[in-house]
T-cell receptor, first 116, second 114 residues
Framework: ETGVTQSPTHLIKTRGQQVTLRCSSQ?????VSWYQQALGQGPQFIFQ???????GRGNFPPRFSGLQFPNYSSELNVNALELDDSALYLC???????????????FGPGTRLLVL | DQQVKQNSPSLSVQEGRISILNCDYT??????FLWYKKYPAEGPTFLIS?????DKNEDGRFTVFLNKSAKHLSLHIVPSQPGDSAVYFC?????????????FGTGTRLQVTL
């Protein structure tokens, strides 16, 4: 039990729509990262937030955006959905500063998004 | 460019025997490595980690070995149990001073048979 929860568990959207995914981090964890896991692949880093500021981003376009709130919750927003956005979206929380050596991230169960 | 590679997509091992899962990486700047286990419809669960200043870390039935010169790490599970059947991901991290981004391999599906 990691204490990281995500909602919803499953979601179906159509191309061009917008979606918001939510994550509740483990208490005391001030860093949250979001990952996209396509079928048959490992998770791919989208971005990370530390104390409500984005402090790192992977190779994802600006239509992927996020927010982190003081109550250890966060959101991933995706605009103008494309078919290739269909994937499992994972959030992970940690208790260190971004980039601290030896930091372990704890994952939630994920939200499975299907774009039709 | 796949910086973390798990070249065996699947592995089958008999209960009680040793399971060895392998992982190779190309980026010499990685300084922290982790193994995660993932069951269907669940997020990855942290198993064990190792920093680049060590060559071995042990936790119960799980041991991770790191060979920096070969850019290779392995996860040993002894003895293997049916509940170990899952997909195992190797992940690597580089201390950039900003985001602690994990780079994952594509996973190895372990099946432990009776």
């Amino acid at each position: 039990e990691t204490g990281v929860t995500q909602s919803p568990t499953h979601l179906i959207k159509t191309r061009g729509q917008q979606v918001t995914l939510r994550c509740s981090s483990q208490s005391g964890h001030n860093t949250v990262s979001w990952y996209q896991q396509a079928l048959g692949q490992g998770p791919q880093f989208i971005f990370q937030y530390y104390r409500e500021e984005e402090n790192g981003r992977g190779n994802f376009p600006p239509r992927f955006s996020g927010l982190q709130f003081p109550n250890y919750s966060s959101e991933l927003n995706v605009n103008a959905l494309e078919l290739d956005d269909s994937a499992l979206y994972l959030c992970a929380s940690s208790d260190g500063t971004g980039g601290r050596f030896g930091e372990t991230q704890y994952f939630g169960p994920g939200t499975r998004l299907l774009v039709l | 460019d796949q910086q973390v590679k798990q070249n065996s997509p699947s592995l089958s091992v008999q209960e009680g025997r040793i399971s060895i899962l392998n992982c190779d990486y190309t980026n010499s700047m990685f300084d922290y490595f982790l193994w995660y286990k993932k069951y269907p419809a669940e997020g990855p669960t942290f198993l064990i980690s190792i920093s680049s200043i060590k060559d071995k870390n042990e936790d119960g039935r799980f041991t991770v070995f790191l060979n920096k010169s070969a850019k290779h790490l392995s996860l040993h599970i002894v003895p293997s149990q049916p509940g170990d059947s899952a997909v195992y991901f190797c992940a690597a991290m580089r201390n950039t001073g900003t985001a602690s981004k994990l780079t994952f391999g594509t996973g190895t599906r372990l099946q432990v048979t009776l």
